[in-house]
């Protein structure tokens, strides 16, 4: 699904990725990790397009993705979520969701009054989705509420839900557990591992609890220094030294 060859990118005189090369394939659930300051999440903002690598190439299915913008590769089907949700805090949960799909006629202020059939079709499209993704994420009960007051597991959920409303072929999940109660972290996993094996989402996730991708990602690869230092199962990656000592110093 995702090819990156011998990626790397520089911040002044900070290397943060160094020739990068791995591949994420169709149908997993790839995992991330590594100590503060191993250059994951710079990576992901290059394949996500907010970066532009120095060196090296990036493809989505065979094809050449490298420097696209986030907004081109978003029309591409590949998506990403944020460490600290980004949601419109001001609309509500279902109007968050309706937003996402791209080109809505509506979005011309000319075309209110020139296509209104359309538009009204077009919104009937997007409120049935968003329903059956609020059922599906059970955030039904608040579909009314405004994004800004939930708690930050369910803004989790809520942005996991907005990459359902297009037709998505990697979603770049970053720390999608953090700050979020265990409760919603099982819901949040299990929403994760449905996606996959149900409707054949691939994912791509940095995560700081070993246990909760140790738990979904099948496989793991290890960054450190800005290059990657292993991948494999989650048990290979337990017991290896050179992950242990990276994230301990011991």
């Keep these: ?11 002044g005189g900070l290397q943060a990725v160094r020739n990068v090369s791995i591949e ?10 590594g100590p503060n300051g191993a250059g994951k999440t710079t990576l992901f903002n290059i394949i996500a397009g907010f970066y532009k690598a120095d060196s090296g190439s990036i493809a989505l299915d065979n094809e050449d993705i490298s420097g696209l913008r986030s907004d081109e590769l978003f029309e591409k089907g590949l998506l ?7 949601e419109f805090e001001n609309l509500t949960v279902r109007e968050n969701l309706m937003m996402v799909p791209s080109h809505q006629t509506g979005e011309n202020i000319v075309n209110t009054w020139l296509f209104a059939k359309k538009i009204k079709h077009e ?18 009960h608040l579909q009314n509420e405004k994004a800004g007051i939930l708690s930050g597991g369910q803004k989790k959920l809520l942005e996991l839900g907005r990459t359902m409303m297009v037709d998505a072929k990697i979603v770049l999940l970053d720390e999608v557990g953090a700050g979020v109660n265990k409760t919603l972290l099982k819901k949040i996993s299990k929403s994760i591992a449905r996606l996959n094996t149900e409707r054949g989402y691939t994912f791509f996730m940095i995560e700081h609890d070993i246990d909760f991708i140790s738990e979904l990602c099948d496989p ?3 960054m450190t220094e800005g290059s990657v230092l292993t ?20």
């Design 123 to 140: 919104e009937k499209i997007n409120y049935e989705r968003a329903s059956e993704v609020m059922d599906f994420l059970g955030l039904d």
């Design 80 to 86: 990403r979520t944020f460490q600290i949700a980004h």
């Design 231 to 250: 991948s494999g199962s989650a048990e290979k990656i337990k017991n290896n030294d050179q992950v242990i000592e990276a994230y301990l110093g011991v």
């Design 220 to 222: 793991i690869i290890v």
């Design 1 to 11: 699904m995702i090819t990156l060859k011998n990626i790397s990118k520089s911040f």
């Design 24 to 33: 994420i394939k169709k149908g997993t659930i790839t995992g991330l990790i």
